[in-house]
T-cell receptor
């Protein structure tokens, strides 16, 4: 069966520090991969999505970046965190529109 | 660009009653999918129901059903016989088919069940 791993579950980082959140999927090949951010009590904002290795579409051109070094690995990064980067980050995968999206457990990021 | 709008930030319903959550979307595509996801306090996203745009018949999953009006670009969720476990954030989502398979969510509706 397919599973998605996202870590860490919680993270507290100082302003100006770098960020790396990792997401991996098991049990499937060539999935679509997504990074979302959810501010407290708010909706899901699509940050990045990828339909294949090396193919990244950016929805939010801020100080975040994403990479897909392997088929089932999706990494969210920042060189210098801002206070406004605090939030709940969710990774998800799907097989195009064949399946619904399956979500990881999320990472709660607090920038202090 | 696709947009998804949920105009009800919060809704409440008496247990065992029926509630309808609204969703509208904007797209120039003709082939797409619509979803309702539920996010309980655990924050795990759970698919509630899925609708394919080319199917005129409204999707139904047990107590959950949708009213899909393609011309009006409307996709509402009806929850019948509301239960305490239905309390959650509900998100409407849109995904195009083939190629650019971006999955876009609305801002969500927080549903409270009143015992």
């Amino acid at each position: 069966s397919q599973t998605i791993h996202q870590w860490p579950a919680t993270l507290v980082q100082p302003v100006g520090s770098p960020l790396s959140l990792e997401c991996t999927v098991e049990g499937t090949s060539n999935p679509n991969l997504y990074w979302y951010r959810q501010a407290a009590g708010r909706g899901l904002q699509l940050l990045f999505y990828s339909v294949g290795i090396g193919q990244i579409s950016s929805e939010v051109p801020q100080n975040l970046s994403a990479s897909r070094p392997q088929d089932r690995q999706f990494i969210l990064s920042s060189k210098k965190l801002l206070l406004s980067d605090s939030g709940f980050y969710l990774c998800a995968w799907s097989l195009g529109t064949v399946t619904e999206a399956f979500f990881g457990q999320g990472t709660r990021l607090t920038v202090v | 660009a696709q947009t998804v709008t949920q105009s009800q930030p919060e809704m409440s319903v008496q247990e065992a009653e029926t509630v309808t959550l609204s969703c509208t979307y904007d797209t120039s595509e003709s082939d797409y999918y619509l979803f309702w996801y539920k996010q309980p306090p655990s924050r795990q996203m759970i698919l509630v129901i899925r609708q394919e745009a080319y199917k005129q018949q409204n999707a139904t999953e047990n107590r959950f059903s949708v009213n899909f009006q393609k011309a009006a670009k409307s996709f509402s969720l009806k929850i019948s016989d509301s239960q305490l476990g239905d309390a959650a954030m509900y998100f409407c989502a849109f995904q195009t088919n083939f190629g650019n398979e971006k999955l876009t969510f609305g801002t969500g509706t927080r549903l409270t069940i009143i015992p």
